[in-house]
């Protein structure tokens, strides 16, 4: 169930409560009993899964390619491992 925050506009009184999108918004304040305003924020999104990258939408020849000529590769000679990439050097001066 979705948290909303609601504040006061007599005595200010800012205070968070759990509702159903089914349930009515509060409007007294429980402190004074005065009307209370539904407060908006950002919402945080959370993309998980494959799909979400930003280079998922973009036609690349050259990526398509040496994906699947890396994997072809490896088939054909088993013993042989790609080389690692160089790790950058932690004691590179700013």
Known sequence: ???????????GNAFDAVQAFTDDALTQCPSCGGRLRKLYSAVGVTFNGSGFYRTDSRASAAGSSSSSGSEGGGASS?????????????????
């Open 78 to 94: 088993p013993g042989k491992a790609a080389p690692a990439p160089a790790a950058p050097s932690a004691s590179s001066s700013d």
């Open 1 to 11: 169930m979705p948290t909303y925050s609601y504040r006061c506009t007599e005595c």
